[in-house]
């Protein structure tokens, strides 16, 4: 299906109703963001959040589009088509890609509100996670002997996080 | 749990106790959060996601709560019953919809739900009826406390909570208020309204019927930033706004009682007759006929019809609720019959009158 507003291929769907009258309405990523419909849901403020992808990050557009997260492997060009990031390290992977679009949706860079109450004010941990990748990756492998020792690793790494 | 537990009841939020219940039908606030030691969701293999599913049945479920938790499996449920909780808000269209290992935990009243493997391993959520903001907070900031001592957070000092969608990091706080505002609709100043809120950055939305169309005049607002805005802060943004609505909304009903009162009375009355006499009735005309009846109740058009009957009509009407209630699945145009009859039968067993 077509976009309505231009020729590209419609990807956002829904209706909009005013004073009780549906009309069904079929745009294109850009399109809709473009339009700020009101009634957009949370679904679609996603598909504005491409759009803004495309926009945004234009400068750093051929450096960003050879980055891979070296945890979950996303590239950012998978990112910039989905939406979506791949883990908690994406943040730091990404983060000249991200800023810009952080500030566009949020107008803000940094965090300001609730921090959990267990945690030391440090660095994010990451390592468990690259664990259980490592081990994901050797299952994958049929690594079966290498997959057993990171599997002790983990079991280690909560063990002493438990105790914390 | 068995959904068909549920099916005779509604979740407290609808019940209309809570403030402003005249307008505000209920209010909602959702957390996302991720796990700092698995990929997200959309990342994640099966067996992480199944993995992540434990760690909630055997330490998130188990937490202490005001009620008892409980674990419901949702890629083992048939279409009908994840239909059934999509409609009753314990979960998104989108868990339903899902692939692979995925859950919701839920207490008795429904007040507290926790989507698991949506779009972020957690989506805790607290539903409130009436405009009760800062109570949903503390329900949910104190949930939120305990489920932190059993699964660990990702977190991080810059860019806060860290969520599978950038418009999500930071508080991950999404708080959303139901409102019916069937006079800004008939007085045609709805547009004007949403044109406003847009402009400070909050979302609205149609509730109920497909997708997100608006219908039976209940419209959603929620907050937009997560980052850079602490939770209070948007808390008290999201609530003034509300007042504001509120108030247009009442003068609008004040409005078209002193000026249109005839013309309303008739709709109202018609509405209600339609109602109690159809013999069949699609999900959108009962929306439309039960926004009528319920502004008739709020503005004194109608009485001997509680407010709560009304909000649960609006839920079990609707088409995976209808045909729980009626113990089979049901097509289309029996669909129509059953909720017709359904209909019948609970207006006449309260006998509401027009005034
Ligand atoms: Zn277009
Ligand atoms: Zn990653």
Known sequence: MKCQLCPNPATVHFTKVVNKKATELHLCTECAARQQIPSLGELSLSAILQSLIGQHVGPQAEEMSRLTCPTCGLKYMEFRREGRLGCPRDYASFRVGLEPILRKVHRSTRHVGKVPRRRQPSEIDLSLLDLRQQLRRAVQAEAYEEAARIRDQIREKEAANESR | ?355
Not at chain 2, 52 to 72: G, N, T, Y
Not at chain 2, 178 to 204: S, Y
Not at chain 2, 225 to 236: D, I, M, Q, R, W
Request: glycine share 6%; with cysteine.
């Open chain 2, 1 to 355: 749990m068995n959904p068909d537990n549920l099916v005779q009841t509604t979740g407290e939020w609808l019940r209309a106790t809570g403030p402003e219940s005249d307008v505000v039908v209920s209010t909602r606030i959702r957390l996302a959060r991720n796990h700092a030691a698995y990929p997200f969701t959309n990342r994640a293999s099966p067996h992480q996601k199944a993995e992540i599913e434990a760690i909630v049945r055997e330490k998130v479920a188990q937490v202490d709560s005001d009620r008892p938790l409980h674990f419901i499996n949702i890629s083992k449920l048939g279409q009908l019953d994840r239909q059934f909780l999509v409609e009753r808000q314990l979960i998104s269209r989108e868990l339903a919809n899902a692939e692979g290992p995925r859950a919701v935990v839920v207490d008795d009243r429904e007040a507290v739900s926790i989507m698991v493997n949506e779009e972020d391993h957690l989506r805790l959520q607290v539903m409130r009826s009436g405009l009760a903001l800062d109570e949903a907070w503390q329900d949910i900031d104190s949930v939120d406390d305990r489920i932190e001592q059993v699964f660990d957070y990702a977190f991080s000092d810059e860019f806060g909570y860290l969520t599978a969608c950038p418009t999500n990091v930071g508080t991950g706080m999404r708080a959303s208020v139901m409102l019916h505002l069937p006079a800004l609709v008939l007085t045609k100043q709805i547009e004007k309204v949403f044109r406003a809120l847009q402009k400070i950055n909050l979302v609205v939305r149609g509730l109920y019927g497909e997708g997100s169309r608006a219908s039976g005049d209940f419209y959603q607002i929620s907050n937009q930033v997560t980052l850079g805005k602490s939770e209070s802060a948007a808390l008290t943004e999201i609530r003034e706004v509300n007042r504001q609505i509120i108030e247009y909304e009442r003068q609008a009903r004040t409005l078209i009682i002193k000026e249109t009162r005839q013309a309303i009375q008739d709709r109202v009355a018609r509405a209600l007759g339609t109602l109690q006499s159809a013999t069949m009735m699609t999900s959108e005309e009962t929306m439309e006929l039960l926004s009528s009846v319920r502004l008739g109740v709020n503005v004194g058009l109608v009485t001997g019809l509680p407010i709560t009957l009304v909000n649960e009509l609006f839920l079990h009407t609707q088409p995976a609720h209808l045909q729980k209630l009626m113990g089979t699945q049901l097509d289309g145009e029996e669909r129509n019959a059953a909720r017709a009859r359904y209909l019948r039968t609970r207006l006449k067993e309260a006998g509401p009158n027009p005034n």
